[in-house]
């Protein structure tokens, strides 16, 4: 609104950094994976055509200010950012915010689960650092707001230097043109005077996948983000966020809960933030899914009748930074005997290579698997026949790339098993999941299978929606499993859940931001 006695608004900064790592696997990022995805500089920045940048603009065009770009840069999930792409994005941000002096204000659309190597021995806190030098070049008086992705590992970098810090409220992402509008709202309703946003982040130690953290239906985190929302805009509740922490990160602090932002009563931010902590504690349990083995899950899925049973490998998620190479489903399926179909899908350039060499209708024997990111198993050995070859192009029907093209490169559909029943799609690029479009480019149908290997965590629960009779979550080694029980973190310290069922004692961590 620009509306008569409203106070006109000059000069916003607006930049964002945009990525998830996952410190326990998952190839480091270098700047060109930012520039292959999304990477913009001056007036481009001003057409950002999605995603919180937008919403942003979008808000700040209406109010008739002045969006002064900074980088905007976005990519999707992989290790820690390396040194010289965190250096070079740092540098340019910074520069540009220096160059963009005097600002009213500042907004920034990050991730908060970014993490950049650096000569210490923990890994950069990214969101932390850029936070604090964009506070340490505007000063004090000038507010700045940022957004965060709701698996953000919140730091005292962060809530110490933020004026607000306002995380997505849906999982699946549904939401993130909105919280950049809820955002750039927000540091509009500062600079009008309307409130003064006073932030606390309460967090206890819970380490748990996204596979029970979706935000729709009867999951638990579903119930503690109805929850906090409910106390939203009113008793000068400005906003209220839950985070569910990205577990694959290894960083001093980590921890689950809640963050409120009140209009200028500290007591009662702690207050409401604590008690969203004491929550999330309390549904712990539930946001730790049970898990099989594969042979377990394959013994139990025959005993249902019909199919497909979807055997959810989420260790190997390749949207979570996992390279998509595990053959521990597909190794399980062979050595099960299984006599009805099942479809199962590897990352293995050799192996695809292998099969176009050898052409349609070959028998070939390979060792698959594991080559990419070994640190997780070791190739298998599948004899089969290379059934069909194909140059890798689908097309995604839905989620956040629905309708764009992409690229498994050469891929075969190797038959495999004891009745070549077993149909493993070998790729040579990794693939994010939506649904089975990656399936259906082989012309293969999932509906018709025994059992099918779903990759990923949460979209499973969309894509075969009505069609499967029981998904079945996988414990099995990779970087992006549904439980981190077996990890071993070295940078995050005392007790946690689900290594320790009960913490005796355990009050939750409170950090406070800045007073008003
Ligand atoms: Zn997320």
Not at 18 to 40: D, K, M, S
Not at 270 to 295: C, F, G
Request: aromatic share 6%; charged share 20%; net charge neutral.
């Amino acid at each position: 609104m620009s509306g008569s006695g409203a106070k006109k608004i000059g000069r916003i900064a607006i930049g964002s950094v945009l990525t998830e790592c996952n410190q326990f696997g998952g190839l480091p990022i270098e700047i060109e994976r930012f520039e292959q995805y999304e990477y913009r500089r001056g007036a481009a920045v001003l057409q950002t055509p999605g995603g919180p940048v937008a919403g942003m603009l979008g808000v700040l065009k209406e109010a008739g200010a002045t969006a002064v770009p900074l980088v905007v840069a976005a990519t999707g999930p992989g290790g820690p950012l390396t040194k010289a792409c965190w250096a070079r994005l740092r540098d340019e941000l910074l520069a540009d915010l220096k160059a963009a002096l005097p600002v009213e204000g500042v907004l920034l659309a990050l991730h908060g689960s970014a993490v950049a190597e650096g000569d210490g021995h923990v890994d950069v806190d990214v969101e932390g650092e850029i936070l604090k030098a964009a506070r340490a070049i505007v000063g004090p008086a000038i507010p700045i707001v940022a957004t965060l992705d709701l698996h953000a590992h919140v730091t005292e970098a962060m809530v110490a230097n933020a004026d607000a810090l306002i995380a997505w409220e849906t999982y699946p992402h549904v939401d993130t043109l909105e919280t950049g509008q809820r955002g750039a709202r927000m540091l509009l309703a500062i600079l009008r005077g309307e409130c003064r946003p006073t932030m606390a982040m309460a967090k206890v130690p819970v380490l748990t996948s996204g596979v029970r953290g979706a935000t729709i239906g009867d999951d638990p985190f579903a119930d503690l983000m109805r929850h906090a929302k409910s106390l939203e805009g009113r008793d000068g509740v400005l906003s209220t966020s839950v985070f569910l922490v990205h577990p694959y990160l290894d960083m001093p602090d980590m921890g689950s809960g809640g963050l409120v932002i009140t209009d200028g009563d500290m007591p009662k931010a702690v207050r409401l933030a604590e008690d969203l902590a004491v929550r999330y504690w309390a549904r712990r349990k539930d946001l730790e899914p049970p898990t099989w083995t594969p042979a377990e899950a394959i013994a139990r899925g025959l005993k249902v009748a019909g199919g497909p049973v979807l055997l959810v490998e989420t260790a190997d998620c390749n949207g979570g930074g996992a390279a998509g190479d595990s053959v521990a489903t597909i190794k399980a399926l062979v050595e099960a005997n299984v006599a009805e179909p099942a479809l199962a899908m590897v990352v293995d350039p050799e192996a695809a290579r292998a099969c176009h060499a050898a052409g349609v209708g070959a028998a070939v024997t390979l060792q698959v698997g594991h080559k990419l990111d070994p640190r997780w198993g070791k190739p298998t050995t599948l004899r089969g026949r290379v059934e069909k070859l194909s140059d890798g192009k689908f097309q995604y029907t839905g989620g956040v790339w629905g309708g764009t093209w992409s690229s498994m490169g050469p891929t075969a559909l190797l038959a495999c098993g004891a009745a070549g029943n077993v149909k493993v799609l070998v790729t040579t690029l990794g693939t994010y999941d939506w649904a089975d479009e990656q399936f259906r480019s082989m012309g293969l149908d999932a509906s018709t299978m025994k059992f099918v290997v779903a990759k990923n965590p949460m979209n499973y629960r969309f894509a075969y929606a009505g069609i499967a009779k029981e998904a079945l979550i996988l414990d099995t080694p990779g970087p992006t499993p549904a439980t981190v029980k077996h990890f071993k973190y070295r940078h995050r310290v005392g007790p946690w859940f689900p290594a320790d069922a009960e913490i005796p004692g355990l009050k939750p961590r409170v950090m406070r931001g800045r007073t008003p």
